[in-house]
């Protein structure tokens, strides 16, 4: 995996080749195939170690339990879109793989959706435990809402499409929005 990072960062996933991973692993490209069915196989493996990436990121700014779910949620969003951007400003290759992988809608990009929508929903139940957050569907259901609304912060394609445009503090300010949202639904009446 290490080699096909390095290549990665060297051609871009455009222009990376099976032959490419198998030379710089010593390999013969019928070995590669023998762990991995297609270049796009291998690209997706790739895209899915850099994604898992981001999400321990995002998961290590969540661990105080003490908090309230409204920071852990914040601290969530911002935490990936933190991870993401950092993709975007310094390895610009990757971005951009993050970034097919999202609009093509990759298996790895179906499975990293999967995991930020368990992630951000067990946040959400447990803040309905609590009795800081009211929801008005199922914990899923309201998970893939935050989703939606943090697009500019969790999605790859968006994060390189609008890296420019929004500046850290905006981010921030972004995901603390859609988390005192939620807060404040709970305390209103009805």
Not at 44 to 61: G, I, M, P, V
Not at 67 to 89: E, I, K, V, Y
Not at 107 to 114: K, L
Request: glycine fraction near 4%.
């Amino acid at each position: 995996m290490r080699e096909t990072e390095r290549l990665l960062r060297i051609y871009g996933h455009s222009k990376l080749t099976v032959a490419d991973v198998a030379d710089g692993c010593g390999f013969s490209a019928a070995n590669v195939y023998r762990y991995f069915s297609s270049r796009r196989a291998i690209l997706d493996a790739l895209a899915s170690h850099y994604l898992c990436e981001a999400e321990r990121t995002a998961l290590a700014c969540t661990i105080r339990n003490s908090d309230s779910a409204r920071d852990r949620l914040s601290r969530f969003l911002t935490g990936l879109n933190t991870a993401l951007t950092a993709f975007s400003d310094f390895e610009p290759r990757v971005s951009e793989l993050l970034a097919d992988a999202t609009t093509e809608q990759w298996p790895c990009y179906s499975h990293y959706e999967a995991r930020l929508v368990r992630n951000i929903a067990k946040i959400l139940t447990d803040a309905s435990i609590s009795g800081e957050f009211r929801l008005l569907s199922e914990p899923e259901q309201e998970a893939r809402r935050v989703k939606a609304a943090a697009c500019a912060l969790v999605e790859p394609d968006v994060i390189l499409l609008c890296r420019d445009r929004y500046d850290v503090s905006t981010r921030e300010a972004l995901s603390r929005l859609i988390a005192a949202a939620l807060s404040n639904r709970s305390l209103s009446p009805g």
